[in-house]
């Protein structure tokens, strides 16, 4: 089984539509979970934390079940400028730092 | 905005070659880290360093690997004798030590392209 798992897409959606994103972890272990975004061929940047309490940062929230070892990402109106792949991230068990990226969702969001 | 930078963007090298991939992180940040993307695949961590030694390494970062903090502000990943299999995207990224936090945003460099021909 993957260490993270995720529905690789690609998800194609109009400007403006809600997009939800799932993944899930193997570890029950991991401590901490984010969302990175990677444009095509360019850095993993930051998108947010993941909080068991669930968070949100403008059109973004994200949510965290730690029972079913499971992630969201939702994005409400999506932009033009969303268009990118979504990596689910978790710490790797035991370890604070090494983290542990899945395979990615590619989104497209078309005018 | 403080940002992490790479050198050099791409590298060229022949099979068996040695190459230094440089990296310069945040300035007041601590740690440091090596990831690699093979064209294609997800990101996998290689090594993390802090306070000048290795403080954990991936099973891919092999005796062939090895990381160095030379001066006060550049880190290397070296590559002593590179196989095909070594072209990737290779990320540097680095991160502030938090006392009172768990969390520590990793940020990271632009990439440097290895390409072993």
């Known amino acids: 089984r993957k260490e993270v798992e995720q529905d690789p897409g690609p998800f194609n959606v109009p400007e403006g539509a809600t997009v939800a994103f799932n993944c899930t972890y193997s570890?029950?272990?991991?401590?901490?979970f984010f969302w990175y975004r990677q444009d095509c061929r360019k850095e993993p940047k930051l998108l947010m934390s993941v909080y068991s309490s669930g968070n949100e940062d403008g059109r973004f929230t994200a949510q965290l079940n730690r029972a079913s070892q499971y992630i969201s990402l939702l994005i409400r109106d999506s932009k033009l400028s969303d268009s990118a792949t979504y990596l689910c991230v978790v710490t790797t068990p035991g370890s604070a730092r090494q983290l542990t990226f899945g395979s990615g969702t590619q989104l497209t969001v078309l005018p | 905005e403080p940002e992490v930078t790479q050198t050099p963007s791409h590298q060229v090298t022949q099979m068996g070659q040695e190459v230094i991939l440089r990296c310069v992180p945040i300035?007041?940040?601590?740690?440091f880290y090596w990831y690699r993307q093979i064209l294609g695949q997800k990101v996998e961590f290689l090594v993390s360093?802090?306070?000048?030694?290795?403080?954990?390494k991936s099973e891919i970062f092999d005796d062939q690997f090895s990381v160095e903090r030379p001066d006060g502000s550049n880190f290397t990943l070296k590559i002593r004798s590179t196989k095909l299999e070594d072209s990737a995207m290779y990320f540097c990224a680095s991160s502030e030590k938090q006392r009172t936090s768990g969390k520590d945003t990793q940020y990271f460099g632009p990439g440097t392209r290895l390409t072993v021909l």
């Open positions: 360093f802090y306070n000048n030694e290795i403080s954990e």
């Open positions: 570890n029950s272990a991991s401590q901490s």
């Open positions: 300035s007041n940040h601590l740690y």
